[in-house]
């Protein structure tokens, strides 16, 4: 009997191709993350043991050219992982996140690697290298210092050990956290417990229900649920039980209970930035930021924690006018603000998303942000439907210039499902780059958007239509990438840049020229009228206030969690302590509590940094000023200088420099604080 071949292992790094994910199984991925690895291992060493001086191109070049196999395998691997698991999937997660840590470990710390490496690095002034060669000499030189070649065997073990052990307790979380949102699900199961929902809610919960085989409506712990529910339901009883279940992900004693694993992550974090000389995780992680130290971004979160506690003041004013006009009274909790605020919203600016969403359907607002990327940077999306993806909901577009040579794959998967992780992310297949055969990139956006029934339209709200195009901005990152070497491309920039090109996307999703040519109700194709698009400017910077505050509350425990010298035995009677200290009010909460907060713990990329979507929104609300400035969303001369020096440059340029290259200067924060109205 013949045995099946392993999918992963058959190339399917063509210029434009996706993996056969119909015969992918779980099992395939040990084999052939293990027979990736040991090809690694052997491309690293012909690259260590060369003979020859080390030079640029047998040392630098090489080393970037290395592991395709390990590259595509691991990319397949953590894309299925977050966005189509399974229990197998999920076994396997746990089963290679030590073997996968301890071969990244050993590659940053393989010694006769690292003296090339470093020897290249010494005498990078005499190479005659040009400005990209150059730069990814200094990156991966700061790569390989950063996980510990520098440092003594003994200390270097212990390093390796710490990455392994921390590569388990991430997998761990982030399961935990999927676990709690799956098996939620709040029954609504008569008229009385769906009492205020409009019609769209209702859908999502009869959608969601049959979803789970539940055979009746339920709100689930998808965000974009959960948000309406909290913002329609005239129950207040149920809104608690929601908003408590919500809040409460990874906080439950048993098997699941994230909150000794956060204290152990952060321990280990502790330690390992010690080892490699810092005071604190903090300093470390940091200092490889635009940021450069954590006394900065303590500068920039309490400017902005300073001015927003005024601002969600003045909103709680007004949510208290609302309830009293309602005839209503007592405080108002955490699961009562955003019911409140939809009243002030309905009351003050005439506008009632339930009325707006049908002007906001997926598929028009998908081709809005497809035309403002082709009017901004002449690029097209080609629907390819014989291209099969990972799930049916998944579509999968040909990406080509104006010229129309192909530039990339485009894979948009949009709904929330039981099977994947919470959020909203961009993640890629294959990056853009020309050492070797020049590969185009393969990019994925995953959203959580609750899907209709059969036959009905999924209509988003504007803040799902922002999440969209901000994902979207991550994915052009991607797809525009314009550089030789992988370690450079797209997104492989400095954390608090990242955030800019997706963030600034976001704006081209307000513009008045792009509502009205895009947003039409689904059912008559009417635009959306001129009277809701200036009502929807004048609520904008409505709820600024209990937005940036819950942000920037979850700014801020990260980074002082982040910055302990001691371990933090009680993640969550820390995380009250330093709100209690700041003045959160608890009505207004935060955007991610310890148990739940993946960026922290799930992963290390926004460990002491998730304070970069605020850095980053200084950069991005000052870039955006440029087409301000030049009287036009589209204005061409503008969009050439984006695409040139922000979208397609990747990590080739210092990002302060490729930003100063775009505006001129150096950004300034009055944008930011004026687009979210805390300028006094």
Not at 65 to 74: K, P
Request: aromatic share 8%.
């Amino acid at each position: 009997m013949d045995m099946p071949t392993n999918a992963l292992l058959i190339d399917w790094n063509a210029p434009v191709s996706l993996p056969d994910f119909s015969r992918i199984r779980a099992e395939d991925f040990r084999p052939a993350l293990e027979r990736a690895m040991a090809l690694h291992r052997e491309e690293l060493a012909r690259i260590a043991s060369d003979p020859r001086p080390p030079g640029f191109d047998d040392t630098l070049g090489a080393y970037d050219r290395a592991g395709e196999l390990l590259r595509r395998t691991e990319s397949v691997f953590h894309s299925l992982a977050a966005s189509a698991t399974s229990p197998e999937l999920q076994a396997v997660q746990r089963e290679m996140a030590g073997p996968l840590a301890a071969h990244a470990s050993a590659v940053l710390q393989d010694e006769a690697l690292f003296r090339r490496i470093d020897a290249v690095h010494a005498r990078r002034d005499a190479l005659g290298l040009d400005a990209e060669q150059r730069r990814l000499v200094e990156r991966v030189h700061n790569d390989f210092v950063r996980a510990g070649a520098a440092l003594a065997p003994a200390a270097r073990a212990r390093y390796a050990e710490i990455m392994q052990r921390l590569a388990a307790l991430t997998t761990a979380f982030g399961q935990h956290v999927l676990q709690a949102e799956s098996s939620y699900a709040l029954p609504l199961p008569d008229e009385a417990a769906m009492a205020g929902l409009p019609e769209f809610v209702r859908a999502a919960a009869r959608q969601a229900g049959a979803e789970r085989g539940l055979g009746g409506p339920v709100i689930t712990l998808s965000r974009s649920l959960i948000v309406p529910f909290l913002s329609f339901s005239e129950r207040r009883d149920l809104r608690e039980a929601a908003w408590r279940a919500w809040v409460g992900r990874g906080e439950a004693d048993g098997a699941h209970d994230n909150r000794p694993i956060a204290a152990e992550i952060l321990a280990l974090r502790q330690e390992q930035a010690r080892l490699l000389g810092y005071a604190t995780f903090a300093d470390y992680a940091i200092a490889d930021n635009m940021a450069g130290t954590r006394e900065r971004v303590w500068a920039l979160l309490d400017e902005v924690w300073a001015r927003a506690l005024p601002a969600v003041e003045r909103e709680r004013a007004m949510l208290a006018q609302a309830q009293a006009a309602a005839g209503a009274s007592g405080p108002i909790e955490a699961w009562d603000w955003r019911y409140w605020a939809e009243k002030v919203r309905q009351q003050h600016y005439a506008l009632d998303e339930a009325a707006l969403k049908p002007y906001f359907p997926l598929p028009a607002m998908v081709a809005a942000a497809f035309d403002c990327a082709q009017r901004l940077f002449g690029i097209r999306f080609t629907p390819r439907r014989e291209l099969a993806a990972y799930h049916p909901d998944v579509d999968v577009y040909e990406v080509a210039d104006a010229a129309g040579r192909v530039i990339g794959l485009f894979l948009h998967d949009n709904f929330a499902r039981a099977t994947k992780r919470s959020g909203a992310w961009m993640n890629t297949l294959s990056n853009q780059h020309r050492n070797g055969a020049e590969q185009v990139p393969v990019v994925l956006n995953n959203n959580n958007f609750a899907k209709a029934g059969a036959g009905e339209p999924t209509l988003l709200s504007p803040d799902d239509v922002r999440t969209l195009f901000h994902e979207f901005g991550h994915g052009l990152h991607g797809l525009l990438s314009d550089v030789r070497y992988q370690r450079l491309a797209g997104t492989e920039v400095l954390r608090d840049f990242v955030e800019l090109p997706s963030q600034l996307y976001e704006h081209w999703a307000q513009e008045r020229e792009v509502l009205r040519r895009h947003a039409r109700h689904w059912q008559t194709g009417e635009p959306l009228p001129d009277a809701l698009i200036e009502r929807l400017e004048a609520a904008r910077q409505f709820g600024q206030g209990y937005e940036t505050v819950r942000y920037t509350a979850s700014a801020i425990v990260d980074l002082a969690a982040h910055e302990q010298a001691e371990p933090i035995d009680d993640v969550v009677a820390f995380e009250a302590r330093v709100m209690a200290e700041r003045g959160l009010p608890p009505a207004v909460g935060m955007n991610h509590r310890l148990p739940h907060f993946q960026h922290l713990f799930a992963g290390s990329g926004y460990a002491a940094g998730y304070y970069v979507y605020l850095w980053a929104e200084v950069l991005d609300a000052d870039a955006y000023d440029a087409f301000v400035e030049a009287g036009d969303p589209f204005d061409p001369a503008t969009a050439e200088r984006l695409l040139r020096c922000i979208y397609a440059r990747g990590d080739s340029v210092e990002p302060a420099a490729t930003y100063r290259a775009f505006r001129g200067r150096d950004p300034r924060i009055e944008p930011m604080l004026k687009d979210r109205g805390l300028l006094a």
